[in-house]
């Protein structure tokens, strides 16, 4: 049996489903007592490779008569918060948690439905449950004790440090002033595409890169920088509003930027994919997450407007595909964040999927439309065009699995904010 499950999970991973799903069928026609595991591992299966309707499906039909496990409950769950319907899939994960209380999977992703529905004390607590996905150039770190909401910090030496992706980092680094009011004394901790934009923007601040950074004596604490809602007691999303861009540029890289940028107006900075992770569950994620720029650029085809590149890594080279739609691509004197930030100071709007330079935008209060995969972060919430974190975002959400299916309605309103002058 095992070949077979083998073989039907490598069919759907392979958009396949059709075929996936008959060799399913098979085994639970010819091994019965199988059936259970046969169908957590499908909907597995289509989960990951984006498929939540059909996984939701088969689950219901399973749990209205079979054996309910804490994985087909767990999957239930993220099939509800794939389908945008994130308060539903609660009560699966609180009785899946009742079944296997110690179960880290489960937990977070109870901690992500939880925010996702906008219960945001219970959603950090839990949040902040997960063990860190250290980076071995900071592993040192988990040698201290980990910073908790309600620790006495006032004069005590704590090591922020970057953990997740660039995104994660942009996002809750804004919540680094209301640690610095508790009175800790701080050490920051990032990558090095980071540094110099973390140093603009906290210039009283110690900014380390990791690869630099050792324990020495004296550090009372750690913490990872998404535990900063937890830490700083968010309850609400007015919590992480913010009046001001919180991130700043180099004002004589705006200006160098200025002069290198073509002078016609509107200037829209496109990115079109996230960088592809490593990690094997990521990879199809990673996919719906992301376009080509061959899909995007029918959106500018007709419009009165520069096009700036901002795409960074393997996917710049598909600008050769770009089928004579002029895209100006400053990337060659871009070394780091703060390189980008100053570029985004320079534009009138930042067009992005769901990868760090639309948190960057955000960040530094620029105009930034974002396009949504129809499974939808966690911290876009299960629908709207708005979110409390970045106020002058608005987002896009694909009605179906392929990310240029929203293409059509950003092209409208593109369109339209051109018309009118929006910018």
């Not at 498929?51 to 309910?68: S, V």
């Not at 919590?239 to 829209?268: Q, V």
């Not at 240029?404 to 092209?411: C, D, R």
Request: charged content about 20%; proline content about 7%.
């Amino acid at each position: 049996m095992g070949t077979q499950l083998f073989l039907a999970e490598a069919l759907i991973a392979r958009g396949d489903v059709s075929g996936g799903c008959a060799v399913f069928s098979r085994i639970i026609a010819h091994s019965p007592e199988h059936r259970r595991v046969a169908t957590f591992r499908l909907s597995k299966a289509l989960l990951d490779s984006g498929y939540p309707r059909e996984a939701f499906q088969i689950l219901a039909a399973w749990l209205e008569t079979g054996e309910i496990t804490a994985g087909l409950l767990n999957n239930m769950a993220v099939a509800l918060l794939y389908l945008n319907r994130s308060t539903e899939a609660l009560p699966y994960l609180e009785n899946a948690l009742q079944a296997e209380p110690d179960h880290a999977g489960i937990s977070f992703t109870y901690a992500t439905a939880l925010l996702k529905s906008g219960h945001y004390p219970q959603g950090w607590a839990r949040y902040a449950r997960r063990s860190p996905d250290i980076d071995g150039r900071i592993a040192p770190v988990s040698s201290l004790p980990r910073l908790r909401h309600g620790d006495a910090i006032q004069g005590k030496k704590i090591v922020l440090y970057q953990e997740q992706g660039l995104g994660d980092t942009l996002q809750f680094i804004r919540f680094l002033p209301a640690l610095q009011a508790l009175g800790g004394q701080i050490t920051l901790v990032v990558s090095a595409q980071l540094v110099r934009l973390m140093t603009l923007s906290f210039p009283a601040l110690p900014i380390v890169q990791m690869e630099d950074f050792q324990i020495t004596a004296g550090y009372d604490y750690a913490a990872p920088i998404p535990d900063l809602p937890f830490i700083t007691g968010m309850t609400s999303a007015e919590d992480g509003m913010m009046p001001a861009p919180y991130l700043r540029a180099c004002p004589t890289d705006i200006e160098r930027f200025s002069t290198i940028l073509p002078k016609r107006r509107p200037r829209i900075g496109i990115v079109w994919a996230g960088e592809r992770r490593a990690r094997i569950e990521n990879v199809a994620l990673d996919r719906r997450r992301s376009m080509t720029v061959a899909e995007m650029v029918p959106l500018f085809s007709s419009l009165d407007a520069t096009l700036v590149n901002l795409q960074f890594g393997s996917a710049r080279s598909q600008l050769a595909q770009s089928h004579g739609v002029p895209v100006f691509d400053p990337m060659d004197e871009v070394h780091d964040m703060a390189d980008s930030a100053a570029i985004m100071e320079n534009l009138d709007l930042v067009l992005s999927v769901d990868t760090s330079p639309a948190h960057l935008a955000g960040a530094l209060r620029r105009p930034v439309w974002l396009l949504s995969r129809q499974d939808a972060c966690w911290r876009w919430g299960d629908k709207g065009h708005t979110t409390p974190w970045y106020p002058d975002m608005r987002i896009f959400r694909a009605p179906d699995r392929s990310l240029a299916s929203v293409i059509p309605e950003v092209a409208r309103a593109l369109h339209q904010w051109i018309e009118t002058g929006g910018y």
